[in-house]
């Protein structure tokens, strides 16, 4: 099912026709006419900390399902939905993404795989990468090079929230390859050609996007170079998903003294898990932590991804505790520089997180939750090295109590 589409959703809640629009929220659709969308400019979604939704955000007792008779969506989905579908009708996408087949293997993951065809075949072919440091390449496709009709907002934080000095220029547009509905990049000052290396903004936008969201399957991820990003230049992806994944109440053990620093258990994958209850000091503690370890991961060539979403505190939780913060998920992994044609799914942010896009019907009806495991863990590190990269960002964290 999707969050904005066909049955009766957030999307006939946040269409151009369905939303009480004042002359303000209506900017963020396009002019009739695509000569004039160049010259109109991008319109800012300017947000203060009281639109951080905390409380409250849960998932409706009958899944899969959207919240969407009790929890109505916030002015961003309302937003950031209408200005999609516009772009939906107005052809800007490489394909039209209809209501895609879903359904939930068997086991003990609670995987969620999705048949998309489209996005298998017609996606932009991703850039030759050979490093995790590889630099910016102005003469390569970037999102410098998009057509203007791609742009939905300009993401704006009000100065009294806590960081607002390190305010970044976040664009959000569409990704023209939809996995989901609601797809969209967030990209940082785009014309500073910044490679695709994790930087303390964009995951703060990346975060702040998932509380500016009342719905529980709005989430955020980034792909680094050899972690199947596509583009090298910097990008987060943001897409709606009705349904639960298994990495927001997955149980999880502390790794530091200081309960900063966790290792999700009984997902997928194992991975490095930091928690936030929300806004102020407590986030931007946990931004500077996973930068750091980013960092120390791009530094040694170590390929990586991360997975933002509501979820459930650290500890022994169980996939139907209570949504109470925000979780980042961050999993260090083999590098894999171009993509398997021939695997039923590529492994990236959503697929460590339970979320498989499956590119052919075949494959989608044989796929099996052992099938899927093992094409997950052939990405992962050695054992060796996990436990060496387990080390390092534990005594990383350390560094930062003393």
């Not at 203007?148 to 960081?163: A, H, I, K, W």
């Not at 590529?346 to 099938?371: R, Y």
């Amino acid at each position: 099912m999707h969050a904005c589409m066909n049955e009766p959703t957030l999307v006939q809640k946040v269409s151009p026709m369905a939303v009480p629009h004042d002359s303000h929220e209506t900017s963020y659709l396009l002019p009739p006419n695509s000569k004039d969308w160049e010259g109109r400019g991008i319109p800012d979604f300017v947000y203060g900390q009281e639109e951080l939704v905390l409380e409250g955000i849960q998932w409706p007792r009958v899944a899969p399902g959207l919240p969407e008779d009790s929890v109505p969506p916030s002015r961003f989905d309302s937003v950031l939905c209408s200005a999609w579908r516009q772009r939906v009708e107005l052809g800007l996408f490489r394909y039209r993404l209809g209501e895609l087949q879903t359904q939930t293997l068997p086991g003990a993951v609670g995987f969620v795989a999705q048949l998309n065809v489209e996005r298998g075949a017609q996606r932009r072919r991703p850039q030759s990468i050979s490093s995790v440091k590889q630099a910016f390449d102005p003469a390569l496709f970037n999102f410098t090079k998009i057509r203007p009709g791609e742009v939905l907002f300009r993401l704006l934080r009000e100065p009294d929230l806590p960081g607002a000095l390190q305010q970044e220029d976040v664009l959000v547009m569409i990704n023209v390859s939809p996995l989901e509905w609601g797809h969209v990049l967030l990209v940082p000052e785009p014309t500073r050609g910044l490679p695709q290396r994790l930087l303390p903004g964009a995951l703060r936008a990346g975060v702040e996007a998932v509380l500016l969201s009342s719905h529980p399957g709005f989430r955020v991820g980034f792909n680094s170079l050899g972690g199947l990003a596509s583009v090298n230049h910097l990008h987060l992806h943001g897409y709606y998903l009705a349904h639960r994944l298994p990495v927001e109440g997955a149980p999880s053990e502390p790794l530091d003294r200081g309960g900063h620093l966790h290792l999700l258990q009984a997902v997928p994958a194992p991975g490095f898990l930091f928690y936030t209850s929300g806004p102020g000091p407590d986030l931007e503690a946990l931004i500077g932590r996973v930068c750091r370890a980013t960092d120390y991961l791009t530094d040694r060539e170590i390929a990586h991804n991360l997975f933002v979403t509501r979820g459930a505190p650290p500890g022994k939780t169980s996939p139907s505790s209570a949504l109470t913060g925000v979780r980042v998920i961050l999993w260090a992994r083999k590098s894999s520089f171009g993509v398997k044609e021939g695997e039923a799914f590529n492994v990236a942010l959503c697929e460590l997180a339970g979320h498989l896009p499956v590119k052919t019907s075949q494959d989608f009806s044989s796929l099996t939750e052992a099938a899927a495991l093992a094409l997950i863990q052939d990405c992962l590190l050695p054992p060796a090295q996990a436990e060496e990269v387990q080390a390092a960002l534990v005594a990383l964290i350390a560094q930062d109590e003393q």
